[in-house]
């Protein structure tokens, strides 16, 4: 049996970075970068943005960088939410975590899925699909997503998968 098509990703951010932006922009960059759901990841808001930072970085990544139209908000965040179908990408993703803790001495002990939207969604299916019979009709992007934090660094881990599309109900 051979593994459906899968993206991964991995970024690192300086929370200090994150928290210079946000005083220089006030809340408007927060509302730029993190949807309501992802400024509650953490309880210190500069935390929190940083996270939403980082994931999504690393699914600006996954995706292949920023298509034409992208937007931080081609990423949603949707909660710990089981994914029927996709029971083997979160041991694929809890796999790779190991040596991405390794390598940075983060412990990624958050996990969090992503349903990814708009010209992120639609520049992921392309390269999801490109390899396949099956032009990707029906499906829909959606990024499980494993982070942590050590001081003033946060490490995120991302994986996407194609789903049906309804698949994924966000809260």
Do not use: N, Q
Request: glycine share 10%; charged share 20%; net charge neutral.
């Amino acid at each position: 049996m051979t593994a459906p098509p899968m993206l991964f990703g991995v970024d690192v951010v300086d929370v200090a970075r994150v928290t210079r932006a946000m005083s220089y922009s006030g809340p408007a960059y927060t509302r730029h970068v993190a949807s309501p759901a992802e400024r509650d990841l953490h309880a210190d808001p500069g935390l929190a943005t940083a996270a939403a930072v980082a994931v999504k970085e690393c699914l600006v990544k996954a995706v292949g960088g920023r298509p034409r139209g992208f937007s931080w908000h081609d990423f949603e965040a949707c909660g710990e939410v089981p994914l029927p179908g996709a029971e083997w990408a979160d041991p694929l993703l809890a796999a790779a975590v190991p040596e991405v803790e390794a390598a940075t001495r983060v412990s990624m002990t958050e996990r969090c899925v992503y349903s990814v939207l708009g010209a992120s969604g639609s520049a992921a299916l392309a390269r999801l699909t490109e390899r396949t019979a099956a032009p990707g009709e029906g499906a829909t992007v959606v990024g499980m997503a494993r982070w942590g934090f050590r001081g003033d660094l946060i490490v995120a881990l991302a994986i996407l998968i194609t789903m049906p599309r309804g698949a994924l109900r966000c809260p």
